[in-house]
């Protein structure tokens, strides 16, 4: 399988098409080509590599007598756990895998939600810079907030 892959995209070729006039094809040097089905598959495949490496824990919250440490959708991760020490633990063990396989996480992207009392300040680092606590976030089109209040979530 992976010998097919590498042939598929070592002896990739493109041309450029401007209204009906295609210029000379030329050989593909890097990447796989914009909409190749494949492109998804092998990210998706590749970041459960990485995930795999480093989910492997006893930890996270329990929601319905499962505990459940993380959400994945394509790129976007969310890391779950009762206690922000081990959230730091684990979001900075993502961000070094991630980065010993070449990818790298967008912390500026990178914000946290702490569940319940509101009065306590939880922080939580990652790469040495202290994150921006959030009331609520979107996550596949659920509002998540802090309260787990569903008010919103039902009127829409």
């Not at 010998?3 to 030329?26: C, D, H, P, R």
């Not at 790298?104 to 202290?130: C, P, S, W, Y």
Request: net charge negative; proline share 1%; charged share 25%.
């Amino acid at each position: 399988m992976i010998i097919l892959l590498q042939n598929i995209y070592e002896k990739a070729q493109s041309a450029v098409q401007v209204e009906k006039e295609t210029g000379e094809w030329f050989q593909t040097s890097v990447g796989s080509r914009q909409g190749d089905p494949l492109s998804p598959l092998l990210f998706i495949t590749y970041h459960e590599l990485v995930m795999d490496k480093v989910m492997q824990t006893n930890d996270g919250i329990n929601i319905s007598r499962t505990l459940v440490n993380n959400l994945r959708f394509a790129d976007d991760i969310d890391v779950l756990e009762e206690d922000c020490e081990l959230l730091h633990q684990q979001t900075e063990q993502i961000r070094v895998a991630a980065e010993e396989a070449a990818l790298i996480m967008n912390t500026k992207k990178t914000k946290t939600l702490v569940f319940g009392d509101r009065n306590i300040e939880k922080h939580v680092q990652i790469a040495e810079t202290t994150r921006e606590n959030v009331e609520q976030f979107e996550y596949l089109g659920s509002l998540i907030t802090w309260d787990n209040n569903c008010t919103d979530e039902v009127r829409k």
